[in-house]
């Protein structure tokens, strides 16, 4: 089921709701077999970003594994993402071609800013305010040609994505890739996002890499033991019965596997206890100090 369930973009495009995330999933034997055993379970959506330093194993991997599996480049949806040192308006273009060049892609499907501040500048400084619109101009102009399919932004808060609408070039951002799972369920941005018509697509579904406090929750365990399946599916499933798209990272045959067999529902009752969950944690970077 996981393999047919797509959203749609405010541009009209549809996008598998469950994607591969591949934040630091690097080498490129590790990349070859991570990719062909996501294909092989039906996944047909990759999430990647410059800063990840894999895009060319994994352009080189879908060259190798596409015509084996019977794929074209049109059947998978690629996301990757501009680097916060090129939000600079004469670095845009370059880091958009090197993408498209390591990934052996003409075009990409989504494009994202990854970071709302830029490398380099202090995260009180304004200036953070002046070249993400700059770059978000940039990119604007790049999709208008149609090697973006679609651009978006990731880590913006209700603020940074106010900002953005009230100066977008007429151009909305499709995406707001964001950490969001029962330990942070961003309440407030999820209802500001889908008013704006942006779709929320979710990282660090399972909480942080090192801290698996949210994949033990009491709670998420519950739940898991009374579905009959795996805390991280539970996790899954509740983003998205919620409408909220999900690219959980794995690199074992079997993660993968279980990360995309998500073809059972909670009961209201499942998600209300779930909701209920009183701890408050983040897990990653906190983008409310950028300015």
Not at 38 to 44: F, H, N, P, V
Not at 145 to 159: C, D, E, Q
Not at 245 to 258: E, F, R
Request: net charge positive; hydrophobic share 40%.
């Amino acid at each position: 089921m996981a393999a047919n369930l797509l959203c749609v973009l405010n541009t009209g495009q549809p996008m598998p709701m469950v994607g591969l995330g591949t934040f630091r999933v690097r080498g490129k034997s590790v990349i070859y077999n991570v990719i062909e055993v996501a294909l092989q379970k039906g996944y047909r959506s990759i999430d990647t970003a410059a800063v990840y330093q894999n895009e060319a194993d994994i352009g080189a991997a879908l060259k190798e594994l596409l015509p084996q599996y019977g794929l074209k480049r049109e059947d998978i949806f690629l996301t990757s993402k501009l680097a916060p040192e090129d939000h600079h308006p004469d670095r845009v273009e370059r880091a958009v071609s090197k993408s498209l060049s390591q990934l052996g892609t003409s075009y990409l499907d989504l494009f994202l800013v990854h970071w709302p501040g830029t490398a380099g500048i202090p995260a009180g400084d304004t200036d953070n305010r002046r070249l993400r619109r700059a770059a978000w101009q940039q990119l604007v102009a790049l999709h208008k040609t149609g090697i973006l399919k679609a651009i978006g932004v990731s880590n913006f808060t209700v603020r940074h994505i106010d900002e953005l609408l009230a100066d977008c070039q007429g151009v909305k951002p499709a995406v707001n890739q964001v950490e969001l799972h029962p330990h942070f369920p961003q309440r407030d941005l999820l209802s500001h996002c889908k008013q704006a018509g942006i779709f929320v697509q979710a990282y660090s579904s399972f909480g942080g890499t090192n801290n698996k406090s949210l994949l033990s929750d009491p709670i998420i365990l519950q739940v898991a033991r009374d579905c009959g399946r795996q805390p991280a599916q539970v996790l899954l499933r509740w983003a998205l019965q919620q409408n909220i798209g999900v690219i959980p990272k794995a690199v074992t045959k079997q993660h993968i596997q279980n990360n995309f067999e998500l073809d059972f529902t909670l009961s209201d009752s499942q998600i209300t206890l779930i909701n209920s969950i009183t701890t408050v944690q983040k897990y990653a970077w906190n983008p409310d100090v950028v300015a």
